[in-house]
């Protein structure tokens, strides 16, 4: 058979095929032998006109295209040229508007005066930040890059406040290595025990045996002075500490009472590392170590624990925390919780009231000269019935609460949750470039704290441009 033949009797099959497929569409009740349905249609016509499923964005907020670094993102992350239309979900959301530090009894103006021999590079100036909150901070998340802004722009003043061990395989700080053994770890988020003498960062470490060891270094510079903090006791045993491998100093930890002791290791020329190991005459209980350069400069405690919360502050000995405070001489405190509250059930009610006015109160007679900013909870997302990530209510509510407390306690108030976009704020994180939250819409990644960080960052630069900082007086009594 030729083929020129063969081509009419293949059209006809195909006409006849064609025309087969036709017949449910034409014919009632033949709707399931359809192979396409009018709404597969619509899905695929309306991918072509670029027309979404769903809305991207909710409650007036704006997706936008990234063409140029967004905040926080470095040049190198920008993709170019901009992203199709389909790829546009996973973008960085419009950044949110600055939101300013609420604080009508102008409490930072004390911590922008003592800040300005810092700004005027006074030889020997420092100003101490301690922040205090939970599981971002264990890992010095937000911590970290306020630390790393603040002093690119005032001065190196240290690390700051850093645990003697880990306690959580996940703890760390920003530029410093630990490596400990022989330790047990006590706190009121682990296990009893200690009297509830912690220290300043909720967990102590204890070992009577002279192979226990803590080493600490700095990666990069150096420290001045390396203040150890420990539990001083009836019986206590005796600490070695030493410099860069120097010789290593007897430093008694045996007192009259039970209280917080401290012991003060100069380095003039500067220090990289510090150990610290009992001798084995007795029981030693560790809780930090702060490192501080000579200045003038900025030093940022990162005091964070895995679960922590503002009741958690209230199962430590209140007179051994008040010592640990007051001899970290901060100027700044910030407490910064909720997340971990937000679980539970009726939080928010008066004893979640009386027990913040508590540890505002504990911070004042620790350190009476010192500013105390409440800075809200992060919000925290929750899958709905229709699919979309929202806010768990009870964060909206715990912000509120926050901010009655800061105001009745004449504190100043920053609001984390409105800063970084407000409601469903964590549903917009975890879909944008970079994600910024993990799955659980709970914890920030990197990126996410950085961008937290710059919040608070910037709303203090704001707070310190419009402060009469040398007018401000001492706190209320």
């Known amino acids: 058979m030729r083929e020129t033949d063969r081509f009419p009797r293949l059209a006809g099959t195909a006409l006849l095929v064609a025309l087969g497929a036709l017949v449910p569409y034409l014919a009632p009740g033949m709707e399931r032998l359809r192979l396409v349905s009018p709404a597969d249609l619509a899905r695929v016509t309306g991918s072509f006109r670029g027309a979404p499923r769903a809305p991207l964005v909710k409650r007036n907020e704006t997706a936008i295209v990234v063409t140029g670094p967004a905040p926080g ?11 199709p239309y389909s790829q546009r979900r996973r973008v960085h959301a419009a950044a949110p508007p ?18 300005e021999p810092v700004e005027e590079r006074r030889t020997g100036a420092l100003v101490r930040i301690t922040h205090l909150g939970d599981s971002p901070l264990t890992g010095d998340l937000i911590s970290g890059e306020a630390r790393q802004i603040l002093q690119a722009e005032l001065g190196d003043g240290g690390p700051g406040f850093v645990l003697v061990a880990k306690p959580w395989g996940w703890y760390g700080h920003q530029g410093i290595s630990i490596h ?4 047990v770890a006590r706190s009121p988020l682990l296990s009893p025990g200690n009297g ?8 102590s470490f204890t070992s009577a045996s002279g192979s226990a ?21 009836p019986g206590g045993g005796t600490l070695l500490v030493s410099l860069d ?20 290791a100069a380095a003039p020329g500067g220090a990289g590392r510090i150990v610290l190991r ?19 400069g900025v030093v940022y405690d990162a005091i964070g624990a895995n679960g922590a919360s503002i009741h958690a502050l209230n199962l430590l000995d209140e007179e051994g925390w008040v010592e640990a405070l007051a001899l970290r001489g901060s100027d700044l405190v910030i407490l910064n919780y909720g997340t971990n509250e937000s679980s539970m059930e009726g939080i928010g009610g008066p004893r979640y009231e009386r027990e913040y006015a508590r540890t505002i109160g504990r911070v004042r007679r620790a350190l009476p000269g010192a500013s105390v900013l409440v800075m809200a909870p992060m919000d925290r997302g929750v899958r709905l019935a229709d699919g979309s990530v929202g806010t768990m209510p009870s964060i909206r509510r715990l912000v509120a609460v926050q901010r009655r407390i800061a105001r009745e306690n004449a504190c100043a108030f920053f ?36 961008r937290v960080a710059r919040l608070l960052v910037g709303a203090l630069r704001a707070a310190r441009a419009v402060s009469p900082s040398r007018a401000a007086g001492p706190p209320p009594s």
Do not use: C
């Open 213 to 233: 060891r803590s080493e600490i270094r700095r990666e990069a510079g150096t420290f001045a002075r390396a203040d150890v903090t420990f539990t001083a006791a």
């Open 180 to 183: 400990a053994k022989g330790w």
């Open 196 to 203: 509830g003498h912690h220290g300043l960062g909720l967990v």
């Open 278 to 296: 009992p001798k084995g005459d007795g029981e030693v209980t560790l809780h930090g170590v702060v490192l501080e350069t000579g200045g003038p």
């Open 245 to 264: 491998g120097g010789p290593e100093e007897e430093v008694s930890t045996s007192a009259s009472r039970r209280g917080t002791g401290h012991f003060a």
């Open 73 to 83: 993102q470095r040049p190198q992350e920008v993709a170019a040229p901009p992203l």
């Open 415 to 450: 609001d984390t949750f409105t800063a970084m976009g407000g409601e469903g704020t964590m549903g917009r994180w975890y879909e944008s470039a970079p994600r910024l939250v993990t799955g659980d819409f709970t914890h920030t990644t990197k990126a996410g704290s950085d």
């Open 98 to 115: 600055l939101v300013p530090i609420e604080d009508p009894s102008n409490e930072l103006g004390r911590f922008f005066a003592r800040l």
